[in-house]
């Protein structure tokens, strides 16, 4: 029981720690020319959305391979990483929202970015509430690719019109290049402490039960 005790005590200051870091790296990161001190209300946007995109990308390759090698317990972690992801995925749809009225003064509603995000998120919605119910796994898998399908289709197709291009990659400034992929790896990590969390649960009732 104290080492079962200590175990949860340690996994939760690495949580602890990973918010710590990226708070920190918040406080540091350089201001940019255009927009000022509002570029961190789109560091954390873009953290979690690419942290959103990349759970969705990992539990549609999940999903696939337990649709082809028919084993439910890839299928079990590719929902849990989806959900997780979708989650990531629709905070940073929120801070979007909170850094076009931070930096352009007004949302819009109708930017042809901000829909895609919001059919994106629709899409994975309705496949996760399908795979909720107690259907084959191989179709389960099939399901989980569609978000990802969906998402790597609307970011090719989708004008930017309002949105800005990719500052993350094509910023003159190496610090503000540097903050955006910290802030991206941290929050994958946290993303990653909370599928592990939820896994270690699911599997403690499923003992239990």
Do not use: K
């Amino acid at each position: 029981m104290d080492s079962m005790i200590v175990r949860r005590g340690t996994s939760w200051f690495v949580l602890v720690a990973i918010v710590v870091l990226a708070a920190l790296l918040l406080w540091l990161a350089p201001a940019e020319q255009t927009l000022g001190s509002g570029i961190t209300s789109v560091y954390v946007h873009v953290a979690l959305t690419w942290t959103g995109m990349t759970g969705l990308t990992v539990a549609s390759a999940l999903g696939l391979a337990a649709a082809i090698l028919s084993r439910p317990a890839l299928q079990d972690w590719a929902h849990t990483i989806a959900w997780v992801g979708l989650g990531s995925f629709a905070a940073g749809l929120a801070m979007s929202a909170l850094a076009a009225g931070i930096n352009w003064g007004n949302v819009f509603w109708q930017e042809p970015r901000f829909n895609s995000a919001l059919q994106i998120l629709a899409v994975g919605l309705i496949v996760q509430i399908v795979n909720s119910f107690p259907i084959a796994y191989r179709l389960r898998g099939l399901l989980q690719t569609l978000p990802a399908i969906v998402l790597f289709w609307l970011t090719t197709v989708t004008p930017l019109v309002l949105h800005p291009g990719n500052a993350a990659q094509t910023s003159p400034s190496i610090a503000i290049r540097f903050t955006f992929l910290g802030l991206y790896v941290l929050c994958c990590l946290a993303g990653a402490w909370i599928v592990a969390a939820i896994r270690r649960r699911q599997l403690a009732l499923a003992v239990e039960s």
